[in-house]
């Protein structure tokens, strides 16, 4: 079963062109790119003759391939000449996409006596006193290292730390837009989870906060745990809670829209790698009424042999029918599918077989576990990870905010009980009054978020520590460890 993809922003090209001068010579070429399945979105003249008018006609493709099959139609027109093809995404890239500008002016003797030597020496002298005080004079105040060995790429999977540098880009300059905060990549020449923490404990000083990024479970689970052991500064993996947040967010107002209480739903998880995980963690600390894991080896149920530490307490703390059939069989019924796994996994039929008043977030990128379209005839609600769909689920409404509260709280640790109200922050901005089935969760532009989110979880931190728990239960999961059953997570960026 495939997904015919739509035209998208990410494959935008910009033809230069050379036709001839004659009334209906810019409609032959916008009709031919709309024939072609494209969308134009931009087109400007770019000079001119008695003969000839030179344009720049930008528009939207599907992939590489249809992009392909726009030029060769346009180039196949009687008085066109095809110049010059630019992919729009790769000229943004070129150089990369942020840099470091000094806070300072440095215009004079006297700025740069303060900032330099002499007067520099002061303030070290200061910190070497008082560590802590690290946090109010240098760059620790604002800035987190984003930091990758490459391994688990968006759906790309290990394709090495040099290749994952323009998502790790990409996230700094998402951290700067949306939450003010400096961010780095710090991208690894290794796989070893005794390098990588190393190299991070070591790098720690520079930094008010670690994001760790695209590294691949098991390991992503190992890392994160040691390094929150061995820290003082707060440990976020985003592909986990980032991903887990939204989805939170998400599905509280989507349970909102249908009526009912997550107590009382059964929710199914495609895909029990990293996100899976911290989805399902947090799904079962705000008490969900049952979970059913699913992926490559099937239904995570009780006896299922050979299940590696993580699915083993998955398998003894959801499912609590033992289901152990398939992917088609475990949605019949079920109240909520969540997809973090593959494209294609359900069609139309199986989403109209769930319960009534469904909701379906299917959330593998570019492909989702199920077609959109599909599910909206069946499903009350429904959400993907694309930006050209409803309901974005996407984790900059979460990660900029969350590191703008801790920073600012100097937070030395990230905690469960930010997460929730982190979740809970995302959902209100919508407000109840607001939400519909297409609208669950705010848009990433939406400038009132990550302030929301920030001063949510600059409570939490500062809140008292909760006492323990007097039995164990939901509100105490253990940290675990996975197997890369699933693919990377799709939303993280």
């Not at 087109?43 to 008695?50: E, F, G, T, Y």
């Not at 299940?307 to 088609?328: F, I």
């Not at 469904?358 to 930006?387: C, M, Q, Y």
Request: some cysteine; charged content about 20%.
């Amino acid at each position: 079963m495939a997904t015919t993809r739509l035209p998208s922003a990410g494959f935008s090209i910009t033809i230069r062109i050379g036709v001839t001068a004659d009334a209906s010579a810019i409609g032959r070429l916008t009709t031919c790119v709309g024939e072609a399945g494209a969308i134009v979105t931009a087109l400007d003249v770019v000079d001119s003759d008695p003969t000839t008018v030179i344009v720049d006609l930008t528009c939207d493709t599907a992939d590489s391939g249809h992009a392909d099959q726009v030029v060769a139609a346009l180039s196949a027109l009687d008085g066109v000449d095809v110049r010059k093809v630019s992919d729009r995404t790769f000229l943004l890239h070129l150089g990369g996409k942020i840099e470091v500008a000094p806070k300072v002016a440095l215009r004079t003797r006297d700025e740069l006596s303060r900032a330099y030597t002499p007067g520099v020496a002061r303030v070290c002298l200061a910190i070497a006193e008082n560590p802590a005080d690290a946090r109010r004079l240098t760059i620790k105040r604002n800035t987190v290292a984003v930091v990758t060995d490459g391994t688990a790429v968006l759906g790309l999977g290990n394709i090495g730390p040099a290749a994952a540098l323009p998502v790790m880009e990409g996230k700094a300059a998402l951290f700067k837009r949306f939450g003010g905060v400096d961010a780095w990549p710090v991208v690894l020449d290794t796989t070893d989870p005794d390098e990588i923490v190393s190299i991070v404990r070591a790098i720690a000083p520079g930094y008010g906060g670690i994001n760790l990024e695209d590294i691949a479970a098991p390991r992503c689970f190992e890392i994160e745990a040691r390094l929150r052991e061995q820290l003082d500064i707060p440990v976020f993996h985003d592909d986990q809670h980032g991903t887990a947040i939204c989805v939170l967010a998400a599905l509280t107002n989507a349970l909102r829209v249908v009526g009912k209480q997550l107590a009382d739903v059964r929710v199914v998880v495609s895909g029990a790698g990293a996100a899976g995980t911290a989805i399902m963690k947090l799904l079962l600390r705000q008490g969900v009424g049952d979970i059913i894991a699913y992926d490559r080896q099937g239904a995570l149920h009780r006896g299922l042999p050979d299940l590696n530490p993580a699915w083993q307490w998955l398998a003894e703390n959801t499912n609590k029918d033992n289901y152990s059939g398939d992917l088609a069989g475990a949605v019949r019924g079920a109240d909520v599918f969540i997809g973090v796994s593959a494209p294609n996994l359900l069609t139309g039929d199986d989403i109209a077989a769930m319960a009534k008043d469904s909701i379906v977030f299917a959330l593998a990128n570019p492909d989702p576990e199920v077609d959109p379209r599909e599910a909206r005839k069946h499903a009350a609600v429904v959400a993907t990870g694309r930006s050209d769909q409803p309901n974005q689920i996407n984790n900059v409404l979460a990660f900029p905010g969350v590191f703008r509260g801790m920073l600012d709280a100097h937070a030395e640790e990230f905690t469960e009980e930010m997460a929730i109200a982190a979740a809970q922050a995302i959902a209100d901005v919508v407000g109840e009054d607001k939400i519909n089935p297409t609208v669950i969760v705010p848009s990433v532009f939406d400038s009132r978020v990550a302030p929301a989110v920030a001063a949510a979880v600059r409570a939490a931190a500062q809140a008292p520590a909760p006492p323990p728990a007097a039995d164990p239960g939901p509100a105490d999961l253990p940290e675990i460890a996975a197997e890369n059953a699933a693919p990377a997570n799709p939303l993280s960026n």
